[in-house]
């Protein structure tokens, strides 16, 4: 039975390996990223306290939703009104953008209408910022808040370097050029996974016995270097969810890479045509 690696976060690899798994192939969880709560929670709080202040909130990642909510339910007359002016509440709430399935599901799941997210169409070649930005553009106009939760390296947090953490500079620059302006709330710590034994000897025999690697996020593939500094990927296979991550997982050295669109029914085609 041919075997794939769900390098995602603990949570969501779980979720991936019983997809995977329903369709008949040998799945194995080795995420590659930990999620950690902020190490700082005070501008989270405050972030959450300001809601009324913007017009959007822009999650990266489902574990930025998740950090950002905490089990609190979405909160009803709090967001300013698409469009209105400075103060203005509504009952909706602010809208709420996702640049990908699995981040509106995790919006869903903490409350949010249906109705106030705003995500990629169905049908773009890509989840991401960019994606994202064709649908939400039309509604930044000069004045518009917005809010961009988002997470942080470890590395980054300790050094304290920047309060934007990674994420979608991007995204931002496209608001700000249109009138709008943006602020940041770091909800999360992204670090390196701390593998036991068994995990680092499922990882040393899948990067040589023709697994495929499932990858995710371009950070992680730095934290894969690390955990496996010895490591020949020149006759690994990797599927990547976009060419950004392709190009990483090429540094790295996989030899065979195919680009997958990220939603599930995509990555089991590419990987059912696999050679």
């Known amino acids: 039975m041919r075997r794939a690696v769900v390098t995602r ?12 798994q329903r369709q008949g192939w040998d799945a194995l969880a080795l995420p590659l990223i930990e999620i950690a709560p ?9 972030a959450r306290a300001r809601l009324a202040d913007y017009h959007a909130l822009m999650f990266v990642s489902a574990p930025a939703v998740a950090q950002f909510f905490a089990g609190q339910p ?13 103060g203005t509440a509504t009952a909706a709430g602010p809208r709420c953008w996702a640049p990908g399935p699995a981040t509106a599901r995790a919006l869903l799941t903490a409350g949010v209408p249906a109705d106030r997210i705003d995500q990629p169409d169905a ?27 988002r997470g942080q390296t470890e590395a980054a947090a300790v050094a304290a370097t920047s309060p934007q953490g990674n994420g979608r500079d991007w995204l931002a620059n496209q ?16 670090r390196a996974p701390a593998w036991t034994a068994r995990q680092r000897e499922q990882a040393q025999a899948a990067s040589r016995d023709g697994s495929i690697w499932l990858l995710s996020s371009s950070e992680a593939i730095e934290y894969l270097r690390d955990l496996l500094p010895e490591a ?5 296979r990797a599927l990547a969810t976009h060419p950004r991550i392709a190009q990483a997982a090429a ?24 050679p």
Not at 9 to 20: D, F, I, K, M, Y
Not at 74 to 86: C, L, V
Not at 252 to 263: C, E, N, Q, V, Y
Request: charged share 25%.
């Open 38 to 46: 902020a190490a700082d929670p005070r501008p989270l709080r405050q």
């Open 251 to 274: 540094r790295l050295g996989f030899g065979a890479l195919r680009i997958s669109r990220p939603a599930l029914a995509d990555v089991l085609i590419n990987l059912e045509s696999m």
């Open 123 to 149: 049908g773009a070649d890509q989840y991401d910022s960019e994606s994202l930005w064709r649908v939400v553009g039309p509604l930044v106009v000069p004045g518009h808040r917005l809010l961009i939760v």
């Open 232 to 236: 020949d990927w020149s006759r690994s």
């Open 9 to 20: 976060p603990t949570g969501e690899a779980q979720r991936w390996v019983s997809a995977l």
């Open 74 to 86: 979405w909160p009803p007359a709090t967001g300013a009104e698409d469009g209105a002016d400075a």
């Open 175 to 190: 608001c700000r050029a249109h009138g709008g302006s943006v602020d940041w709330c770091v909800a999360y710590r992204r």
